[in-house]
């Protein structure tokens, strides 16, 4: 008797599972159990279909001593332990009360009725211990152990005749514990698979979308334009499976690259409903097919399109668009990459603006340093002009036409670079100024590398030459010697200025570099402060110097501008 009822109750079991396959592969059913933070309205959706599975257990039964051998707790213990209290409460509500009023009532009706309610409850109550662990199936084995331990306990004290409820235990206990527990844990396997093939799915895709973001991130972080978008478009078409891919601004197609790039022309207007739509509203759109993409050739290989709108902040500024050649070809996974990636770009466009207004503040920060230098030396040159013009007319003049020059330099302030010849006639104009007032106490010697030509900062050499006249030669008393050095090593030019003079301290030299530390001499923290503003880690600036001996100063700066060209000239820093 007991074999009968348990290869019965496996074929009961057997037709449940087939109809549970088919749910999961439904696309409502995978978005509600694999959505996190779901609502009232579909945790009410969840217990509608955990309930009517639950039901279907009560349909699915067999006819017993005048009671149900059934797979009711299947249905009803896989809503609590997959979608919480109010699931489980709320299916095993409706399948108690379906078994309630159902024809066949028999004597175990209200024992097997309150039991379903209260299974339902004990299962959403599990939820909370077992939603964040892996093999969930087990538990759903031994929740449908002891679920139908307790239903077969409810039956024997409730169900009267008491001898009638304590025979039928007798036959249905095992049958019954064995098939729903298995089937219990094969129910929750089988959704815990579809979990699992979304999650790959989604990992897939976010594969995807960082790769691409990855390497639009050099085109979009300029902004969104034809270059860009064109680039842009052809890295989604070589890595994702669409037949074409558009970006346009709010106005006009700005690329279209694939199928239908012969009429879908750039620079052409936006003129399609749902795209227009997608810029007012914000929302994304699909159009499932060709009639809803309104293109204008009747031969258009594009049948439905995926048009998710691109962002900066809260605005509207274009729009991302993917097609394919078949009418409902937009799937569910095709829908998450367009949002994923609409997301990435609209992050990387509203960064372009961050990083276009940093480069502002980095210009209006150098602009500011190159005023800072020196404004003293003015003063202690016209004073030398005034006594030279009485005893020396000729130098004096000289000398004015050398400051002219010297201060034309310093104001030519609108250029993050120069060429060297520049900046070193900037030098000799200074250097030529300082002689004119220190006479033989102070030799400068030149040793350039010959046909060396390359863009440095302006006032880059000046304020070294200023601190190594100032603070190296002039307090010796016998003067001293000012060697300027540049030479081309391949990758960077290297720039030193040493001089035998009384040289520096290490404290003297760390608050030379040092911010706090420059308000006396604010020459060398000058210079490396735009350098590093300029270059980053690519160059550096490196102090030599001992007590009465002298001190060298030793400048590298790289040679490829790349960089700088593509983040300041590019962009129209340069004036």
């Given at each position: 008797?007991?074999?009968?009822?348990?290869?019965?109750?496996?074929?009961?079991?057997?037709?449940?599972?087939?109809?549970?396959?088919?749910?999961?592969?439904?696309?409502?059913?995978?978005?509600l159990?694999?959505?996190?933070?779901?609502?009232?309205?579909?945790?009410?959706?969840?217990?509608?279909?955990?309930?009517?599975?639950?039901?279907?257990?009560?349909?699915?039964?067999?006819?017993?001593?005048?009671?149900?051998?059934?797979?009711?707790?299947?249905?009803?213990?896989?809503?609590g332990?997959?979608?919480?209290?109010?699931?489980?409460?709320g299916?095993?509500?409706?399948?108690?009360?379906?078994?309630?009023?159902?024809?066949?009532?028999?004597f175990?009706?209200?024992?097997?009725?309150?039991?379903?309610?209260?299974?339902?409850?004990?299962?959403?109550?599990?939820?909370?211990?077992?939603?964040?662990?892996?093999?969930k199936?087990?538990?759903?084995?031994?929740?449908?152990?002891?679920?139908e331990?307790?239903?077969?306990?409810?039956?024997?004290?409730?169900?009267?005749?008491?001898?009638?409820?304590?025979?039928?235990?007798?036959?249905?206990?095992?049958?019954?514990?064995?098939?729903?527990?298995?089937?219990?844990?094969?129910?929750?396997?089988?959704?815990?698979s579809?979990?699992?093939?979304?999650?790959?799915?989604?990992?897939?895709?976010?594969?995807?979308?960082?790769?691409?973001?990855?390497?639009?991130?050099?085109y979009?972080?300029?902004g969104?334009?034809?270059?860009?978008?064109r680039?842009?478009?052809?890295?989604?078409?070589?890595?994702?499976?669409?037949?074409?891919?558009?970006?346009?601004?709010?106005?006009?197609?700005?690329?279209?690259?694939?199928?239908?790039?012969?009429?879908?022309?750039?620079?052409?207007?936006?003129?399609?409903?749902?795209?227009?739509?997608?810029?007012?509203?914000?929302?994304?759109?699909?159009?499932?097919?060709?009639?809803?993409?309104?293109?204008?050739?009747?031969?258009?290989?594009?049948?439905?399109?995926?048009?998710?709108?691109?962002?900066?902040?809260?605005?509207?500024?274009?729009?991302?668009?993917?097609?394919?050649?078949?009418?409902?070809?937009?799937?569910?996974?095709?829908?998450?990459?367009?949002?994923?990636?609409?997301?990435?770009?609209?992050?990387?466009?509203?960064?372009?603006?961050?990083?276009?207004?940093?480069?502002l503040?980095?210009?209006?920060?150098?602009?500011a340093?190159?005023?800072?230098?020196?404004?003293?030396?003015?003063?202690?040159?016209?004073?030398?002009?005034?006594?030279?013009?009485?005893?020396?007319?000729?130098?004096?003049?000289?000398?004015i036409?050398?400051?002219a020059?010297?201060?034309r330099?310093?104001?030519?302030?609108?250029?993050?670079?120069?060429?060297?010849?520049?900046?070193?006639?900037?030098?000799?104009?200074?250097?030529?100024?300082?002689?004119?007032?220190?006479?033989?106490?102070?030799?400068?010697?030149?040793?350039?590398?010959?046909?060396?030509?390359?863009?440095?900062?302006?006032?880059?050499?000046q304020?070294?030459?200023?601190?190594?006249?100032?603070?190296?030669?002039?307090?010796?008393?016998?003067?001293?010697?000012?060697?300027?050095k540049?030479?081309?090593?391949?990758?960077?030019?290297?720039?030193?200025?040493?001089?035998?003079?009384?040289?520096?301290?290490?404290?003297t030299?760390?608050?030379?570099?040092?911010?706090?530390?420059?308000?006396?001499?604010?020459?060398?923290?000058?210079?490396?402060?735009?350098?590093?503003?300029?270059?980053?880690?690519?160059?550096?600036?490196?102090?030599?110097?001992?007590?009465?001996k002298?001190?060298?100063?030793?400048?590298?700066?790289?040679?490829?501008?790349?960089?700088?060209?593509?983040?300041?000239?590019?962009?129209?820093?340069?004036g």
């Amino acid at each position: 008797m007991i074999k009968e009822l348990l290869l019965s109750l496996m074929n009961r079991l057997g037709m449940l599972m087939m109809l549970a396959l088919f749910l999961s592969r439904t696309k409502l059913f995978k978005r509600l159990v694999t959505k996190q933070n779901i609502t009232f309205q579909e945790k009410l959706m969840l217990t509608l279909i955990f309930g009517i599975l639950g039901s279907l257990g009560s349909y699915f039964s067999i006819s017993f001593h005048g009671a149900l051998v059934n797979t009711r707790i299947i249905g009803v213990a896989a809503g609590g332990l997959l979608g919480g209290p109010l699931v489980g409460f709320g299916a095993g509500l409706l399948a108690g009360v379906h078994r309630w009023f159902i024809d066949i009532g028999g004597f175990t009706t209200f024992a097997c009725s309150v039991s379903t309610v209260i299974e339902g409850t004990a299962a959403g109550l599990c939820y909370f211990w077992v939603k964040d662990k892996k093999n969930k199936w087990v538990y759903g084995f031994l929740f449908g152990v002891v679920g139908e331990l307790f239903r077969k306990l409810m039956v024997i004290l409730f169900a009267r005749p008491f001898s009638d409820a304590l025979e039928l235990v007798r036959f249905i206990t095992v049958p019954m514990v064995a098939v729903n527990s298995i089937g219990l844990a094969m129910f929750i396997a089988m959704i815990q698979s579809v979990i699992i093939e979304e999650e790959r799915v989604g990992a897939f895709q976010a594969k995807l979308a960082l790769n691409i973001a990855n390497k639009t991130l050099p085109y979009l972080r300029k902004g969104i334009n034809k270059e860009s978008a064109r680039k842009t478009a052809e890295i989604i078409m070589s890595i994702v499976d669409f037949e074409a891919v558009a970006i346009t601004d709010r106005n006009v197609i700005l690329a279209h690259i694939g199928a239908g790039e012969d009429h879908h022309l750039c620079g052409a207007k936006v003129l399609t409903q749902i795209t227009r739509k997608v810029i007012s509203t914000g929302k994304y759109a699909v159009a499932r097919k060709s009639n809803e993409i309104e293109c204008s050739n009747p031969e258009c290989p594009l049948k439905s399109a995926i048009i998710v709108p691109l962002k900066e902040e809260d605005k509207v500024i274009g729009t991302l668009k993917l097609y394919k050649r078949r009418e409902n070809d937009i799937s569910h996974v095709d829908i998450e990459l367009a949002l994923g990636l609409a997301q990435l770009f609209s992050t990387q466009l509203e960064l372009s603006k961050i990083e276009y207004q940093s480069k502002l503040l980095t210009l209006t920060e150098l602009k500011a340093l190159q005023s800072q230098i020196n404004p003293h030396f003015l003063f202690n040159t016209l004073n030398t002009i005034s006594i030279l013009c009485r005893i020396q007319p000729e130098t004096a003049r000289n000398l004015i036409n050398n400051l002219a020059e010297f201060y034309r330099n310093n104001l030519r302030g609108n250029s993050i670079l120069v060429e060297l010849e520049t900046e070193l006639n900037h030098v000799r104009s200074y250097i030529s100024i300082e002689k004119a007032r220190f006479m033989k106490k102070l030799n400068v010697v030149y040793e350039i590398d010959s046909d060396l030509k390359c863009l440095i900062p302006p006032l880059t050499i000046q304020p070294i030459v200023e601190n190594a006249i100032n603070h190296g030669i002039l307090p010796k008393e016998e003067g001293g010697i000012v060697s300027i050095k540049l030479k081309d090593l391949v990758s960077h030019v290297e720039i030193q200025v040493e001089d035998n003079g009384v040289g520096m301290d290490k404290k003297t030299i760390q608050n030379a570099l040092d911010k706090d530390g420059a308000s006396v001499n604010i020459g060398l923290y000058n210079v490396k402060s735009r350098l590093k503003c300029i270059y980053g880690d690519s160059s550096s600036l490196d102090i030599e110097s001992e007590k009465g001996k002298g001190t060298r100063v030793t400048i590298k700066i790289p040679k490829d501008y790349k960089v700088i060209r593509e983040g300041f000239y590019a962009e129209g820093f340069v004036g």
